[in-house]
């Protein structure tokens, strides 16, 4: 599997962003949970929101619990993270994730990993 992350960009605090991630490479897309994870810098890398494959079960990091929301559209391929009520401290490179473990996606083993989006919230 291969995930392309696209989204980020330089945004107020306050404002919305959606991050997307397409994954491709020939496995079926539908029995992998997807997630994200993102990266501060000067920080270690941490947990953001994951969702099991049939969509049905999702997971917050309590620091974005109740402003981010992840989805999948498995006809498209694609998970998305919506941001909203962006901080400052939301700044970060955001991952996008594939495993078939819950585990694997909280707890950053996932198998595949995308190239990063960069988030820039300003103040």
């Known amino acids: 599997v291969q995930l392309q992350a696209s989204g980020g960009g330089l945004v107020q605090a306050g404002d919305p962003l959606r991050l997307s991630c397409i994954a491709s490479?020939?496995?079926?897309?539908?029995?992998?949970?997807m997630g994200w994870f993102r990266q501060a810098p000067g920080k270690e890398r941490e947990f953001v929101a994951a969702?099991?494959?049939?969509?049905?079960?999702?997971y917050y990091a309590d620091s974005v619990k109740g402003r981010f929301t992840i989805s999948r559209d498995t006809a498209k391929n694609t998970v998305y993270l919506q941001l909203n009520s962006l901080k400052p401290e939301d700044t970060a490179v955001y991952y996008c994730?594939?495993?078939?473990?819950?585990?694997?996606?909280?707890?950053?083993?996932?198998?595949?990993w995308g190239q990063g989006t960069l988030v820039t919230v300003s103040s």
């Open positions: 969702i099991s494959a049939s969509g049905g079960i999702t």
């Open positions: 994730t594939a495993d078939k473990s819950h585990y694997n996606l909280g707890h950053g083993l996932a198998v595949y």
């Open positions: 490479g020939g496995r079926t897309f539908s029995t992998y949970g």
